[in-house]
């Protein structure tokens, strides 16, 4: 029973509505570096952005979803945490389905406590006019029937368990560091003392050595909490320090799945090839010209 | 040794001081004396505001009538302070009434978003294109004249303005990952809208309460002028400067001259506020 997934996605479609045939505009950043156009107009003025995804996350598990820009990663996470609703297939969380029909906000504090999610910005994703321990504290008074004390005594625990100093409880985040804002953002989702922990390009916005302290963090709140991990992310250099598997995606399927070093080392698909060849290695140098 | 040891002694930071803001500074003290002058009328004035004398017509400053008399022998200082206080209920609840409508529906419009906020916006667009001072008028026409009709019409006239603003702000926050995370986090919709977004709003707020203050003084003023308002002998600035027209003529300028003058100070004072407190948001870095 204990191997039972926390987390099992099965048959996952998302569909947008698009105005016009701008659909076929959307193609950012990152799909420039692989040379081809994001074409997914299947239907006039319906926009696949997710496509019969499947995978499963079992208890301390870390699972990595990885993919070009516009592939439809951060779509599945906000469809596993109730911010956007699929267009079919089922979300089932320790076992039970997450259904859309009729959320009460019982049931949505009940799912708090299940899914917590870390987004890409640290300077949008924390109220700029909330301090710390408010954030903190916030969510503790809404998930825990607790003293003051024991409130506070908690938020310092967590404050310690993302390694920031404890008399920067009383700043707004406007006074931190992006790498500070994104441990207080850390620190926000366990609050709630969640079984799955997603972070969507968590690590992206910040620099090489700040990325490897948060993972380094990550790494180590798995080890203390049990949490399980649904890790986004377009970087494989990061996947590979962090998950245990892989789900390769691409234009909203999943195209390669499987154990982490396994899909590293050996990828079946072309894609994943492509993907692993745009990451600097370690004897990489970047060329500068006229030095 | 000691020499070497002082600079390692932590001496404590000076705190950064800020600046002060002469405009903020200046013009919240002619607004603060304003209020002060609307409370405290009574201790105030040197004169009754109503007792009129008629061999003292029209006259100009002197010991017994710092500021002169009107066309009644009324002690035009008295009737100037005991008129702050109609003249700034009128606009005060006005924006109390505008910025409470416009603020619920505009964050109500911003999250649920679909058939509210199209219906919200589309009657908003309708109200907008009427002129408020027509809109007062009609009111005066239907309900009589006095406080009561033109503040309720302005009111509705003012809503869509502060309304739109604020909807566009609101949306903005709710559409920040802040919000998410709260939603995620379980928070109700209720706490989120209003201890998140609507905190977030309050700055622009607060900003646009006190410029559309200005404006709903003198759209009240002009009611008063044309007689719809509030009704001589009342004090009030608006029906001074109408009262007092008759007796330019006959080269005694000082009751219109000295109403509009407080009008102008009034409005002034809340239109630099406004802007000052406006820009000085944008200069701060939203984070
Ligand atoms: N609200 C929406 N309306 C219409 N289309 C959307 C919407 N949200 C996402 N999409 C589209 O769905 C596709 C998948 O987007 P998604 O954000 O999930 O990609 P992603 O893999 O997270 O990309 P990135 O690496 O850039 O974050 C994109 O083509 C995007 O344009
Ligand atoms: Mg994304």
């Known amino acids: 029973m204990t191997d039972e997934p926390v987390l099992e996605v099965r048959e996952l479609r998302k569909e947008y509505r698009v105005r016009t045939s701008r659909a076929e505009a959307v193609p950012a950043a990152g799909s420039a570096l692989l040379g081809h156009a994001v074409t997914r107009r299947e239907r006039a003025g319906v926009l696949v952005a997710v496509d019969d995804v499947s995978f499963s996350v079992s208890p301390g598990q870390s699972l990595a979803v990885v993919g070009e820009s516009g592939s439809g990663k951060t779509t599945v996470a906000r469809m596993v945490v109730g911010l956007e609703r699929p267009t079919s297939g089922t979300i089932m969380v320790s076992g039970r389905e997450r259904s859309w029909r009729h959320v009460s906000s019982r049931e949505r504090r009940r799912r708090a406590r299940e899914v917590q999610i870390v987004f890409q910005d640290p300077y949008s994703s924390l109220d700029p006019r909330m301090s710390v321990r408010a954030s903190l504290d916030e969510s503790l008074r809404l998930h825990f029937d607790w003293t003051r004390e024991r409130r506070d005594e908690r938020v310092a625990e967590l404050l310690d368990q993302v390694g920031l100093d404890r008399r920067q409880a009383n700043s707004l985040p406007k006074a931190l560091s992006g790498g500070q804002r994104q441990r207080v953002a850390i620190a926000r989702a366990l609050a709630s003392e969640p079984r799955v922990l997603i972070c969507d390009e968590a690590v992206a916005s910040l620099d090489v050595s700040i990325q490897a302290q948060i993972l380094n963090l990550l790494s180590d709140i798995r080890d203390a909490t049990g949490v399980s991990y649904l890790f986004i992310s377009h970087d494989l250099a990061v996947v590979r320090q962090v998950s245990d598997a892989v789900l390769v995606m691409r234009r909203g399927r999943v195209i390669e799945a499987g154990p982490t070093a396994s899909v590293l080392s050996e990828p079946s698909d072309a894609y994943t090839k492509q993907l692993l060849a745009a990451i600097p290695r370690p004897g990489w140098k970047p060329t500068l010209s006229g030095s | ?287």
């Open chain 2, 1 to 287: 040794m000691a020499t070497l040891e002082a600079p390692l002694v932590a001496t404590p930071a000076p705190r950064p001081r800020r600046r002060p803001d002469w405009v903020v500074l200046s013009t919240g003290t002619v607004i603060a004396l304003l209020v002060l002058m609307a409370v405290f009328a009574p201790l105030l004035a040197p004169d009754n505001p109503d007792y009129a004398n008629i061999l003292a017509t029209n006259q100009g400053p002197s010991a017994a009538h710092l500021l002169g008399t009107d066309s009644f022998g009324r002690d035009l200082l008295s009737r100037l302070i005991y008129g702050v206080r109609l003249s700034l209920l009128g606009p005060a609840l006005i924006i109390l009434i505008a910025t409470l409508v416009g603020t619920v529906l505009a964050i109500l419009s911003a999250w649920y978003g679909g058939w509210f906020d199209r219906v919200v916006s589309r009657v908003a667009d309708i109200l907008f294109a009427f002129p408020g001072l027509i809109f007062a008028m009609l009111a005066v026409a239907m309900f009589g004249p006095g406080l009561v009709a033109p503040v309720v019409a302005l009111s509705i006239s003012y809503t869509p303005y502060l309304m739109r603003v604020i909807r566009a702000e609101a949306l903005r926050q709710r559409n920040l990952p802040y919000v998410a995370a709260c939603y995620v986090g379980g928070l109700s919709v209720r706490t989120i809208c209003t201890r998140h977004i609507l905190r977030n709003v309050m700055p622009l707020l607060v900003v646009q309460a006190a410029l559309s203050f200005g404006y709903a003084l003198v759209d009240l003023a002009a009611v008063s002028y044309l007689g719809l308002g509030v009704q001589p002998p009342t004090p009030e600035w608006g029906v001074m400067v109408s009262t007092g027209q008759s007796a330019i003529l006959a080269g005694h300028p000082q009751e219109s001259l000295l109403a509009g003058l407080m009008i102008v100070i009034t409005v002034v004072a809340f239109n630099l506020l406004g802007d000052r407190l406006a820009s000085r948001q944008k200069g701060t870095v939203r984070a």
